[in-house]
């Protein structure tokens, strides 16, 4: 089988177009499913996508052709390569072209992908084994999955780019339950290793929850004070920064829009000291250092990629200081570049974590994660969606019983505005959106009148 490199440089060799791009993505993901206490399936798979961005100059500009494939071998590759070329030569010409992005080869170019097996599990299944039979012995049975995934990402361009990055990312989602389903609830992290998770401090917090559940409020429609767990914060700024193309704000259509200076940057759209951000380097975190684009949109440009990447901020200080944008919609809208990065962190200057939260509250609701969020409004983007396993009273500081769900109405945007207090940043994991970014650091908040609109029969 033809290594990553070879695949790349065979797709800028066999290019008979002005310039080319090769994108590489290998993929090594483990992964194992239990239900009822019991180990179920795993799962080891071993993927090599290969995009070719062919550029010809046409006599009114430059025109991109892009073709995506599985491939393993080099005739894939050509075979490609030849599709992209037709394509370029096919298309008109495109509004986001610009010159290639130049440079020389990174230190870790010639490196082999990276890999994961199942044998990154082997602590983890052992760990997992000893909640089971603390589960079964206790009344409670447990779900889940787990994941590692290893994606090592090669870009070579014809302008003598040649850059790599190894990505390593593990994720459990796990759901406990009372053994006659009366209750439920759900805990999820994400890691770069495996032997980072730490299964018995998961299912001690699904066994918390499900004591809590032991004592049932039925409560109506309203607006309470309500804690949002990292998690939770984490479903919400996740779909804010869905939202926050630079283009899309400027023509209008995004709660980013303002119809007199065509977006909000520079005004005031949060409490002063929040700050919402995205950095390759962030600690935890870390990401793509450059920009991949296997197509153009609203956000990206193939003519960009390879281009470096480095801390941008949405939101400082409160005030909206960028949005997403490629070079040419940067020059469109006259906002400055600023590729997506693959991670997002909130920091709002808070100290504590959830439980510290707790007691600061009289009365109010502890809502551990949200689940089918939908927009309403873009303009102000209200969301919608429903609490799922697991909703808390809480009374006096204390968590006293376990709330039946609803459906919420709320804009993120508003959120920053309105919380009234704020714990420490910590990676989280959304329960939403985890699956496909699941790189984020958010803290608790409590929002003193969020607005659950209508009691939920979901479970």
Known sequence: MATPQELALTALDASTADDCIAIVSTH???????????????GLANTCNVTVVSVVDLAGGRAAGVRTRTASSLDDVRALTV????????STPS???????????????DAEPGATSIDAFSGFASALGTSFRSAAAEARVLY????HDVTTTYIATSTGLRLRHEQPTGQIGMTGKAADLSSSAWVGQAVEQVDQLDVGALTDEIARRLSWASTKVELPAGRYPTL???????????????????????????????LEAGTKVGQRVAKPGVRLYADPQEPGVNAKPFDVATATNSFQSVFDNGLGLSATDLISDGILRSLIT???????????????????????????????????VERGLLVTCLWYIREVDPQSLLLTGLTRDGVYLIEDGKVSGAVNNFRFNESPVDLLSRFSAAGATQRSYSREWGDYFPRTAMPPLLIPDFNMSTVSQAS
Not at 28 to 42: F, V
Not at 95 to 109: E, I, Y
Not at 240 to 251: F, I, K, M, P, T
């Open 326 to 360: 490629s070079r040419h919609t940067a020059a469109m809208t006259g906002l400055p570049v600023a590729p997506p990065i693959d991670n997002l962190i909130l920091n709002v200057g808070g100290d504590g974590d959830v439980d510290d939260l707790v007691s600061t």
């Open 144 to 147: 889940g999955y787990v994941e």
């Open 95 to 109: 509004d986001d072209a610009a010159p290639l992005v130049s440079g020389g080869a990174s230190s870790s170019f």
């Open 28 to 42: 090594s993901t483990a992964n194992l499913r239990w239900a009822n206490n019991t180990l179920t399936t795993n």
């Open 83 to 90: 599709e992209a070329d037709a394509t370029a030569r096919a």
């Open 228 to 258: 949002l767990p990292p998690t939770a914060v984490s479903d919400l700024m996740i779909y804010l920064l869905y939202v926050s193309s630079g283009r899309d704000a400027h023509e209008g259509q995004t709660v980013w829009s303002d």
